[in-house]
């Protein structure tokens, strides 16, 4: 009898010991356990990290890390980290975050314009994925790469459509040109490629002559026109006599490092550069900016007019006025030079 009540003591002490270990592992598994007060947060796990790195991220998140240390020693995840950005939804408990962290890498979105540089575009897309600039740059610019899809450093950056684009936060400085040489290739349908031998230019130069259009108008509407004009000089050997391209060139000169040129002068006009359009015909060896789509098409499309000029119009800000006739655009010219220093603006 007496051994029998210590086998039943054994047995209920077993059963409570099993108890409490089965809720401890319940509570580890699946008891809520996140402690911030937003919906949704996102770790970003970098690519060759360890435990460590992950668990920093996560104990200003989880109410309770040891928990979570212990569960993901138990599924192995401490020795098996994946790469990427992972959600975490408020009150989900251990087992989905393992879950969550270990499979569902979500993507980002890249967006970028305005950048005119590939030192530009490399730094801005840096900050939106796991490479860094300095990688980016080196597959950006890349001799081999650029040449095996009809590029030079000079025509680089038109291979770069501004838009927004779904990556892997952890996507490689490779991989990254590699996707949008793709999305260069998807633009330029049979269509648009059928426009460009149109109008006698190549790719790359729709580009060059894009980021010249762009410069030169931001207004969709006005575009058009404004290539128009600049295919006209084309076709009659006329230089573009572009100033966008004197302020690209004035840029490169240590001069004119950190300035804003506001208004061409005619000293300008006198820089030797490839870039400068009033002293060389045809267009210049790359872009001087990253186009808008809206430009790009706007050359394709571009206005058949007879229009071979166009000055700035000081009563409509951001539009031009278009001339036929040398004598009608000098007219125009003056009317804006005028506005121009009545506004102070002298440089």
Known sequence: ???KK???AIAIMGLAVFAMIAYYIYGAMFQPNTKFNTATE???VPSNANYT???KQLIPLLDDIDSFDALAKQKQYTSNIKAGRFSIIKGMNNNDIINSIRSKNLPVKIAFNNQNTIEELAGRVSKQIEADSTSLYSAMTDETFLTDNGFSKTTALGMYLPNSYEFFWNTTAKD???RMQKEYNRFWTEARLAQAAELNLTQNEVMTLASIVYEESKQADEQPRVAGVYLNRLRIGM????DPT?????YQLPKYKNTIIRRVLNIHKEINSPYNTYKNAGLPPGLIAMPDISAIKAVLTAEKHSYLYFAADAQRIGYHKFAKSLAQHNNNA?????YLSSQGINK
């Open 1 to 3: 009898m007496y051994i």
């Open 6 to 8: 210590i086998l039943w």
């Open 42 to 44: 996102y770790i970003y």
């Open 53 to 55: 790195q992950v668990r």
């Open 176 to 178: 990254f040109t590699i």
């Open 239 to 242: 230089p573009l006599q572009a």
């Open 246 to 250: 004197l302020k690209f060139a004035a």
């Open 334 to 338: 003056r009317s804006y030079q005028r």
